[in-house]
């Protein structure tokens, strides 16, 4: 008597065992779409509902603090937020807070990937410990910024105390506050930065650098003519996820200032999180929210446009 093998004996019925049946559902494109579909569902879900609430919450009229249910207005909290001086306030204060971050942080990546790149002694340890920063919760960074900064025992006063500089309320000056929480983003994501030009950089092929040695080219020559437009996409990229990253930044800002002193570092999360959970005005809260994704759209649509989708590369 010959073994059949296991799951393909013929059903009494004639009609193909369940696991025939499985394993031609996943010949081919079956298996595609049966790997495929379902969590291409479940992420679409997790994305479209809570987008789809933020904004049918962006056209209601919806004060936590009042008896009256939420009321459907249309467009009217995004028509009062025109009209709204502190609005436009926030919205330059968040222009001034990710322009300031993003620069800084490609001009020091750039940099400190160009260092990395070069073979010297520790060069392996010196990247690992760069890294550090990456690892940290921005709400820790913040706390432990807001500690360094102390105007009576803060560190870094201390430090300045001793050549004679300060005290300095960095924290508390208007003035000072937004480039401090700059310099506190600048801290904590340039890592970030750095591996993504570093990846390029050491992707350059060898051959390229030796030849522009060979005809001479100097090294300022060859950042400018040689290595940035080959990197040109990379560092375009790098400012896409560092734009979007900014923008909603609010576990820094919040735990280091709060918005003040006054409404000095006050941004677009931290004035919607204010409607929202202060005044309880939750329709304008999500309305701002809006306002901030159209935003990050926008400006994520125009970089990407700078990349030629079929080559991959920087026109």
């Given at each position: 008597m010959t073994?059949?093998?296991?799951?393909?004996?013929?059903?009494?019925?004639g009609r193909p065992s369940r696991l025939s049946r499985v394993r031609q559902a996943t010949d081919g494109d079956g298996a595609f779409y049966l790997l495929i579909v379902p969590p291409f569902l479940i992420l679409f879900l997790l994305t479209a509902v809570p987008l789809v609430s933020l904004i049918w919450t962006s056209m209601q009229e919806w004060n936590r603090a009042s008896p009256v249910p939420p009321d459907f207005i249309g467009l009217s909290n995004f028509t009062a937020l025109m009209g709204d001086a502190a609005f436009w306030k926030a919205a330059g204060l968040t222009a001034y807070q990710v322009s300031g971050t993003v620069i800084l942080q490609i001009i020091f990546g750039l940099g400190i990937a160009l260092l990395f790149s070069r073979q010297?002694?520790?060069?392996?340890?010196?990247?690992a410990l760069y890294l550090v920063p990456m690892m940290c919760a921005p709400v820790v960074v913040g706390l432990m910024w807001r500690v360094l900064l102390q105007t009576d025992n803060g560190p870094?006063?201390?430090?300045?105390?001793?050549?004679?500089?300060?005290?300095?309320?960095?924290?508390?000056?208007?003035?000072?506050?937004?480039?401090s929480v700059i310099g506190t983003d600048l801290w904590l994501s340039t890592p970030f930065v750095v591996i993504i030009l570093l990846a390029a950089l050491q992707a350059i092929p060898q051959e390229i650098s030796e030849a522009a040695r060979v005809d001479g080219v100097s090294p300022w020559q060859m950042l400018r003519w040689i290595i940035l437009p080959i990197i040109k996409p990379m560092i375009i990229l790098a400012t896409l996820f560092r734009t979007m990253d900014a923008i909603k930044?609010?576990?820094?800002?919040?735990?280091?200032t709060g918005g003040g002193p006054g409404n000095s570092t006050e941004t677009l999360d931290l004035?919607?999180?204010?409607?929202?959970?202060?005044?309880?005005?939750?329709?304008?809260?999500?309305?701002?929210?809006?306002?901030?994704?159209?935003l990050i759209i926008a400006i994520s649509s125009l970089l990407l446009r700078a990349i030629d989708p079929t080559t991959g590369s920087a026109k």
């Open positions: 073994a059949t093998p296991l799951g393909r004996q013929a059903d009494p019925t010297f002694r520790g060069v392996g340890l010196a990247r870094v006063n201390r430090m300045l105390a001793v050549i004679g500089i300060g005290p300095i309320d960095f924290l508390g000056d208007p003035a000072l506050a937004m480039p930044r609010f576990d820094t800002i919040y735990v280091m004035h919607a999180f204010a409607y929202a959970f202060t005044y309880l005005d939750v329709g304008k809260g999500a309305a701002i929210a809006v306002v901030m994704l159209a």
